[in-house]
């Protein structure tokens, strides 16, 4: 409300107050000049206990006098600031005084005659007058010298008080007269009535800030295969953004100190990404992969090779298969994660707010690495994973640090989401897991893949050299302003089931043996493209690979 | 000029000018003579890029003695295959395009190699 009121108070100042110019007498500016520990410190950032620092600057636009004598007087509120320090940058031998003949308090009324920032008019012609009110006091600054007084002659220094929620902070600290002379010649010139204004600024407005000075980062602990500083935060009070997008660096770090500045108002972080949405689309399909739906089968008994239920062990795996979220992962749930790999089901939901909110989980490191398989199924609220985070500071500590670490949906591999660290995880589930997700990659098979034309055909092969290889997948780009896809063929085996998928450009193609058998080594892929042309340099490209073992963990295809 | 006189003034002025104008090659040239102009390769054999840069379309010369298979390997920053092209090379130059729509701009090194043999390797910027 006070602010409301400040505004409309402001709003005839600015639209019919605008301050003018002497022209070619002297301007006097009261010229705010930052903190005593940041000069640079905007004053709307300025908290209580900051002592601010104010220049008195005179501006001689006088082709024909100099200064040789300047008296100004700033009058401020003492509830608002105590006036601590003050010095002087004149001329060598120059006298200077800074005389405080207050009293019980006084404040200057002005010559309403006269324009107010009319210093020396409101000094001169009577009309005005300083009244006794208590809470003001006014310094007269004061300087003489026998040679030229220029630029910021003066400098004083207000620590800034909190004056309760009741106190009008408008014109706290202001010029209200000053008297300006050249005694260089044979006599004395005084400056004339609008010879001396206060100009550009002849007062200060500010409500300060709490006194709060805690240093207030966001910390992501990210995995090493997503790039962080692909995210980011828009810090938002009491529902509205009050910063631009801030995205991490590459240390994973924000600095969100200049946007929190009160104790008392809601801060919630809304996460954003410098990525288009064609772009998340193309790191969705880097996370969402056959291993992934290895690793599912595994879990969830259907993957034909042993070790049912034993190789998740978060929750936060859990969490990032149930794609119905009714909070009971069944094989459909892998089959679902399967369609989509396989490019016929999608399990990303819309919500119509865009797949990086629909697929992106940021959570609050504590309750990321606690979310465990037990909660998962005995139905415990899941903590918050959603793009938008409350964010509450303990502002008695000088340096507070919200943690994140990021999920994402159908990345049970954890091949981008971020490791869970602990072992409360799986302390608090039923059975005897153990901890630490599953994040690396078992091994590395070989391969040897080649584009070349054949029977007038662009045809890309892909020669498995390795063994106990039970799902293998992979993306290629081709130029489809050239080349027409024209057909996947396969030669894995028997029981294998296939897939193979174009999308604008990309052909998806993979395999999965869920019977308990392997793919079989040779070429196992092979892409054909019909278009004309001669050669089939650069037409055909690697997107992403991927594959498992009989174990339903990754493995790293290596191509040559 | 007569309204006759005209028409067949232009339509051999057409001729000409169609005459005149560059023809145009197809993707592959295969020049087992000599290459001119800025593909040429002085040495009996070598690899010439037309630009510093790769783009979309633009030329290079494999000049090798023997023909037969030879592989065109690019590697990303990480020296993971990203594309690897098989060409059927005369000997003497093989003037090819290079596609890169199906590639994401950045640096590359682009090897050429025979029979598990690297006979070329140079580092330049795909866009």
């Known amino acids: 409300m006070k602010k409301i009121l400040l505004l409309l108070t402001l709003i005839p100042t600015l639209a019919l107050g605008q301050l003018s110019s002497s022209t070619d007498g002297v301007d006097i500016d009261l010229l705010y000049s930052g903190t005593t520990d940041d000069a640079n410190k905007l004053l709307s950032k300025v908290q209580v206990n900051d002592t601010i620092v104010v220049k008195l600057k005179l501006d001689n636009l006088s082709s024909t006098n100099s200064i040789t004598y300047v008296h100004v007087d700033v009058q401020y509120n003492v509830n608002a600031y105590a006036r601590v320090d003050y010095s002087f ?45 208590a809470g003001w006091e006014v310094d007269h600054v004061e300087a003489i010298a026998t040679s030229n007084i220029t630029g910021n002659y003066a400098t004083l220094y207000f620590k800034v008080k909190d004056a309760g929620d009741n106190h009008s902070y408008t014109d706290n600290i202001a010029l209200t007269m000053a008297r300006v002379t050249d005694n260089s010649g044979t006599s004395e010139y005084v400056y004339g009535v609008g010879k001396v204004r206060g100009y550009p600024t002849m007062a200060i407005t500010h409500i300060p800030l709490e006194d709060l000075d805690s240093n207030i980062y966001i910390q992501a602990d990210a995995n090493t295969n997503f790039d962080v500083t692909k995210v980011g935060v828009v810090v938002q009070k009491n529902g509205t953004p ?174 981008h989401s971020s490791p869970v660290d602990g072992n409360a995880a799986s302390s608090l589930t039923a059975k005897s897991y153990s901890y630490g997700q599953a994040i690396k990659a078992d091994g590395f098979i070989q391969g040897e893949w080649s584009t070349a034309i054949e029977d007038g055909k662009v045809v890309a092969t892909l020669r498995l050299l390795s063994t106990d290889v039970s799902a293998l997948q992979l993306k290629v780009d081709y130029d489809n302003t050239i080349l027409t896809f024209d057909e996947a063929v396969f030669n894995t085996g028997n029981t294998v089931t296939n897939f193979a998928s174009e999308t604008n450009g990309r052909v998806n193609l993979g395999s999965i043996e869920q019977n308990g058998g392997e793919i079989e080594t ?17 037409l055909v490209s690697i997107f992403n690979t991927d594959a498992a073992n009989v174990d339903g963990n990754r493995l790293i295809l290596n191509l040559q | 000029m007569s309204y006759n006189f005209q028409k067949w003034y232009y339509f051999w002025l057409f001729v000409l000018f169609l005459a005149c104008a560059k023809d145009e090659y197809t993707d592959y040239q295969t020049i087992n003579t000599t290459v001119a102009g800025d593909m040429a390769i002085a040495d009996a054999t070598g690899l010439k890029f037309e630009g ?72 330049l910027v795909i866009r």
Not at chain 2, 70 to 81: A, C, G, Q, T
Not at chain 2, 87 to 98: E, M, T
């Open chain 2, 52 to 123: 510093s840069n790769i783009t979309d379309g633009s030329k290079f010369n494999l000049k090798v003695l023997e023909a037969g298979e030879y592989s065109i390997e690019v590697r990303d920053y990480f020296k993971n295959l990203t594309s690897k092209s098989i060409i059927n090379a005369k000997s003497g130059d093989n003037v090819l395009k290079f596609y890169t729509r199906a590639l994401r701009d950045g640096d590359y090194t682009i090897t050429i190699g025979k029979d598990g043999t690297e006979l070329h390797n140079v580092k």
């Open chain 1, 89 to 133: 940058n004149v001329p060598t031998g120059a006298q200077t005084s800074n005389g405080n003949w207050s009293g019980n308090g006084m404040k200057w009324s002005v010559n309403p005659n006269y324009d107010a920032n009319d210093l020396w008019a409101q000094w001169s012609t009577q009309g005005g007058s300083y009244n006794e009110v």
């Open chain 1, 522 to 538: 040779g070429e196992v892929f092979k892409v054909y493209f019909t278009g004309n042309v001669t050669s089939p340099v650069g």
């Open chain 1, 242 to 415: 009050i910063s631009n997008n801030l995205y991490f660096d590459s240390g994973g770090q924000i600095n969100v100190t200049e946007y929190i500045t009160t104790s008392t108002d809601n801060y919630t972080l809304d996460f954003v990404t410098s990525y288009s949405s064609t772009e998340w689309e193309a790191l969705m399909d880097n996370v969402i992969t056959i291993s992934d739906v290895t690793l599912t089968l595994q879990e969830l008994g259907k993957y034909g090779h042993g070790n049912v239920g034993t190789v998740f062990t978060t929750g936060i795996q859990y969490s990032a298969v149930d794609s119905n979220e009714d909070r009971d992962l069944t094989p459909q749930d892998a089959y679902n994660l399967l369609g989509h790999v396989m490019g016929t089901l999608d399990v990303i939901p819309d919500d119509g707010t865009g797949i990086f909110n629909n697929t992106f989980k940021p959570m609050k490191k504590a309750d990321y690495n606690s979310w465990s398989i037990y909660k998962f199924k005995n139905q415990e609220n899941m903590p918050n994973s959603s793009v938008v985070h409350p964010i509450t500071v303990d502002f008695t500590e000088s340096s507070y640090t919200e943690d994140f670490k990021f999920g994402f949906i159908g990345d049970p591999n954890g091949s």
